[in-house]
């Protein structure tokens, strides 16, 4: 073993290539190969140098053999705590790659790895070393910049890139420290180097009104300013309905419809007309024909595709088309003359659909009205007093049978197993100066229902005609839970006594549902819903139809939103042409070419969208809590690791106790307890257990809020 390192490789390499050669432990290859004892690590260092290029394979049971290691690709996801994950587009679970082997991997990079470990049935999942970087995933990176003596570093606000940028001097493009800017990568660094970068844009101070937002804006590349070629056709199509626009479609402008939405929207993609007739409900949901405006392969086209969704963050919308559209002649404002795709429905009394149609229509919207106010009109049918409802007195019947149908089709949705998950979603006040003056869960009431079950009542029914009628379309799917984190998911709440059946090695919706039934209006309630999410798996947009898990449903799309998602926009097209009689060959053809990469591009952007709105939610929550620090809430233990308590508030916000400052005593964290128990006081922790905290401090750049608790509430169920 007197040979250069690369001499000593060629070797070994040779000897587990020999056609004589079996699967052999160190040990082995040392004693044939008269390797003395005490070189034997250098051994170890020369078959592990093989094994990260892939030339040779190790088993579970610590043997080297040629060729067996299969080299896979995925992209790399890194984590704040240096470890990372490869993630693979077909594979439901992702691959962990310890820190020592991400081979200077940088987030979001598409790489090669080989298996290291395998899953072992006991919760240890796959384990992976990545041998080779494909290509860069990320090239610019957004941050707070500081500058030093003659050069800079930029701090990143994103946690997964794992290293400070070094800015060398005459490339900060006149940053000063305190500045939020955006950074082009020259270099990705390496094992002793740190990256390198140029600042491209310096998007504001930090304590400027606005630069928050915007940095996460820019963090996740997401699109501001419209082009001006579109910005151009969306003035030149965005005229006022005419006669020619209105010939050969069914007017339906005199049927009695409203639009029901938050006070605050702007873009009314959706309109309700409903009556009944007997033992028939006769539901309109009419939706915006944004075809009609946005013509396919058009430059407004191509940028609604790019985009994919509208992202509405906590002090402003980024619309997927231009407001001279979404907020005008594609906006079902009340009073005018509006191009729509309806799907009218005659529904039962058993909430069955016997009858529909879908068709062109143009419509004339009753009312603009909102959640609030249809809630209102509501519950004031068991009071003296109705003043919402002499508002609206001739719309009011309507109102009721809509209360009506609605509680029969949520009542079939529940029978059939449809998941609700009704989580409290956070609604943010802002000033003026977009500071955050009050933090609240969002109200969802009858009237946010009433809207939600005709969504998805149309959507199903949409969906169910195009997947008979065998042409190209695009689906709203969602798949079966992994096996393994369901069986995960039933180990934990067996600790509460709770159980969820697992038959066949699947579970079905129902069993889900059940599980939620029987733990609504218990101290755990929050926690093992959040759970039994995120045991799921995420709903995407694909060519074929597999069904939706989490709705119970065999068949469903999204139709209800063309203003604000690409696929309702794709689909209504493809609506279009089949009732125009033009979905022939050639046509069929040319859809079944591009769905597959529109499916693939609405998810992803969908994904990007959803990861920014709870960045912004979670930078305002921290804002928030900034001037309450030193202030007491009540809250609720959410979470236990062996770091700390998570303690969620009833106003939405989450922040942790940490075990250092859990001063009155050291807790050690029982894994198999669920439980943080202090060693000489054998105070108890659990999960669900109402507490009272004190706010410690935030950090806005990693948007964490620090907690410490106050006097406790011993254990809930004592």
Same mark, same amino acid.
């Given at each position: 073993m007197d040979q250069t390192f690369e001499k000593r490789k060629k070797v070994i390499y040779d000897f587990i290539c020999d056609d004589f050669y079996v699967p052999m432990k160190i040990k082995e290859i040392a004693i044939i190969l008269q390797i003395p004892k005490e070189q034997r690590d250098e051994l170890k260092e020369v078959l592990d140098a093989l094994e990260g290029e892939g030339k040779v394979f190790v088993s579970k049971k610590g043997k080297y053999a040629k060729g067996q290691a299969k080299r896979l690709t995925g992209t790399f996801q890194a984590n704040a705590r240096g470890f990372g994950f490869v993630i693979q587009e077909e594979e439901a679970e992702d691959i962990f790659i310890s820190e020592e082997n991400i081979g200077g991997a940088f987030q979001g990079d598409q790489v090669e790895f080989v298996i290291t470990k395998e899953a072992d049935g006991r919760g240890n999942r796959k384990e992976g070393k990545i041998v080779r970087i494909l290509s860069h995933g990320t090239t610019k990176v957004v941050g707070l910049y500081e500058k030093y003596k003659s050069f800079g570093f930029v701090r990143p606000d994103n946690q997964r890139v794992l290293n400070d940028i070094y800015i060398p001097s005459g490339k900060e493009k006149g940053a000063m420290t305190g500045h939020k800017v955006v950074v082009e990568l020259t270099s990705y660094g390496g094992e002793d180097t740190k990256p390198e970068g140029k600042v491209i844009e310096i998007i504001g101070h930090i304590n400027d009104p606005g630069t928050d937002i915007m940095s996460i804006v820019k963090g996740y590349d997401l699109p501001v300013e419209f082009p001006e070629r579109v910005m151009n056709q969306a003035e030149r199509v965005g005229k006022e309905?005419?006669?020619?626009?209105?010939?050969?479609?069914m007017d339906l402008r005199e049927w009695q419809m409203v639009t029901i939405d938050g006070e605050d929207a702007k873009d009314l993609d959706d309109a309700i007309s409903l009556t009944k007739e007997g033992e028939y409900y006769r539901l309109g949901v009419h939706i915006a024909d944004v075809t009609n405006y946005v013509q396919e392969k058009s430059s407004l086209d191509r940028e609604a595709l790019n985009r994919g969704t509208s992202v509405y963050l906590a002090d402003r919308v980024i619309p997927m088309l231009p407001h001279?559209?979404?907020?005008?002649?594609?906006? $079902?404002?009340?009073?005018?003359?509006?191009?729509?795709?309806?799907?009218?429905?005659?529904?039962?009394?058993?909430? @069955?659909?016997? #009858?529909?149609?879908?068709?062109e229509t143009v419509i004339q919207v009753d009312e603009r009205m909102s959640y609030t106010s249809v809630a209102k009109i509501l519950e004031e049918q068991e009071m003296p007093q109705k003043p919402e409802s002499e508002k609206y007195q001739s719309l009011v019947p309507m109102f009721l049978l809509m209360a009506e149908l609605s509680g029969i089709l949520r009542e079939k949705r529940k029978n059939r197993g449809s998941i609700d998950f009704d989580f409290p @979603?956070?609604?943010?006040? $802002?000033?003026e100066n977009g500071k955050p003056v009050d933090i609240k869960p969002y109200d969802r009431n009858a009237a946010t229902k009433i809207i939600e079950d005709f969504m998805l009542m149309a959507n199903e029914t949409v969906a169910e005609e195009y997947f008979w009628r065998? $042409?190209?379309f695009l689906y709203r799917t969602h798949e079966q839970? #992994? @096996?393994?984190?369901?069986?995960?998911?039933?180990?934990?709440i067996n600790n509460f006594g709770f159980h969820i059946h697992v038959g066949n090695s699947e579970v079905k919706p129902k069993e889900v549902q059940k599980l939620l039934g029987k733990v609504e209006g218990t101290p755990q309630e929050a926690l093992i819903s959040r759970l039994a999410l995120r045991s799921m798996k995420q709903a995407r947009y694909t060519p074929e139809n597999t069904g939706h898990f989490g709705l119970a449903a065999k068949y469903y799309t999204h139709f209800t939103s063309p203003i604000r998602r690409y696929p309702d926009l794709q689909i209504h097209r493809i609506i279009k042409e089949n009732i125009r009689g033009r979905m022939e060959g050639e046509r069929i053809a040319h859809y079944e070419k591009i769905l597959p990469e529109v499916a693939m591009q609405s998810s992803m952007r969908e994904r990007r969208a959803e990861e920014a709105e709870r960045e912004t939610v979670k930078l305002k929550k921290t804002e928030y809590m900034q001037e309450h620090i030193g202030d007491i809430f009540e809250g609720v233990i959410s979470g236990l690791t062996k770091w700390g308590a998570y303690v969620e508030l009833q106003n939405t916000i989450e922040g942790l106790v940490h075990v250092t400052n859990m001063k009155d005593d050291h807790? #050690?964290?029982l894994e198999e307890r669920y439980e943080m128990v202090g060693e000489r006081t054998h105070n108890v922790y659990k999960l669900g257990q109402q507490v009272r905290v004190r706010v410690l401090g935030v950090d806005r750049l990693q948007?964490?809020?620090?907690?410490?608790f106050c006097d406790v509430e011993q254990d809930y169920d004592d």
């Open positions: 309905v005419s006669e020619a626009d209105m010939a050969g479609r001279k559209l979404s907020n005008g002649i594609c906006s $079902l404002n009340a009073g005018e003359n509006r191009l729509a795709l309806s799907c009218i429905m005659t529904i039962s009394d058993k909430g @069955e659909v016997t #009858d529909h149609v879908i068709a @979603e956070t609604k943010i006040i $802002l000033d065998e $042409l190209p839970p #992994d @096996e393994e984190k369901i069986r995960k998911l039933s180990t934990f807790y #050690d964290y948007r964490t809020i620090d907690f410490e």
